[in-house]
């Protein structure tokens, strides 16, 4: 196995290590709420499927690993600052920050950031400002369209998740067409820069099709079929944003190897 695969595997078994044990952190803490919400009654802790001893007893096993792989792969001290970063913003986030309008929806967006820049510290990769621009943009509208859809459900009627009151639907929607109008710009930009040009060719604005598709098609999702409230399953499940996905990631490697 070559170095950068290795590397690359150590990297995400790390990251879904602290994910997780964040997960369990967020809802412990969100336990009460969950258990009048809709949908997030079913998660093991709300449900009473798993004690709060077990989650305790779990999430210390995986914080335990986090620390021996991190330790026995020697991670640099950027990639242990951003994963400290990472659990640093997620606490905050699950203890109180998640309530605060606005800027929940920029933490939940800098976490997505963050993998990212632990993904290139752990390959000893430069990322292009552009990829970076792009991956928040797109999570922030992803968390937009979550908000949007938990409002339009009505699945935290009592407003639990304090957030939701300092939203509307205008609101969410602005938001969400300037979140959606950001990407697509920042990614045809990219595409004209004069980076992607000499790395892959004019032809690669040929993919920002699939990207204009795939936006257009996920603001249908949210608008028309009052999806979006669980943006995970809406993007592995639905037919058109896979397909979309598919045809991108298709176009861009014949674009760039042949």
């Not at 026995?72 to 970063?85: D, T």
């Not at 602005?174 to 000499?198: G, H, K, L, W």
């Amino acid at each position: 196995m070559s170095p950068n695969i290795l590397a690359g595997l150590v990297g995400i078994i790390a990251f879904s290590l602290l994910s997780s044990s964040i997960y369990i952190l967020n809802d412990w803490a969100d336990i009460e709420a969950d258990r009048i919400h809709k949908k997030k009654k079913l998660r093991p802790l709300a449900s009473g499927a798993v004690s709060k001893i077990e989650a305790f007893v779990i999430f210390t096993i995986i914080v335990g690993l986090l620390v021996a792989i991190s330790t026995m792969f020697n991670f640099s001290s950027s990639a242990i600052s951003l994963l400290a970063l990472y659990g640093i913003i997620n606490i905050g986030y699950s203890f109180g920050l998640k309530n605060v309008p606005i800027l929940e929806l920029l933490l939940v967006a800098s976490g997505f950031i963050i993998r990212l820049l632990f993904g290139a510290s752990i390959l000893l990769v430069t990322l292009s400002p552009w990829i970076i621009m792009c991956t928040g943009l797109l999570s922030l509208m992803l968390a937009v369209g979550k908000r949007r859809g938990d409002l339009i459900q009505s699945n935290d009627e009592t407003f639990q998740r304090r957030s939701l009151a300092g939203y509307n639907l205008v609101y969410l929607d602005q938001v969400n067409t300037f979140s959606a109008t950001a990407v697509f710009t920042c990614y045809v930009v990219f595409c004209t820069s004069e980076y992607a040009i000499d790395r892959f060719g004019a032809e690669i604005l040929l993919t920002s099709i699939f990207v204009l598709f795939g936006i257009l098609h996920y603001l249908k999702l949210l608008a028309v079929d009052g999806l979006g409230d669980d943006p995970t399953s809406l993007v592995l499940n639905n037919n058109g944003i896979k397909l979309t996905s598919i045809g991108w990631l298709i176009s861009f490697i014949i674009i760039i190897y042949y």
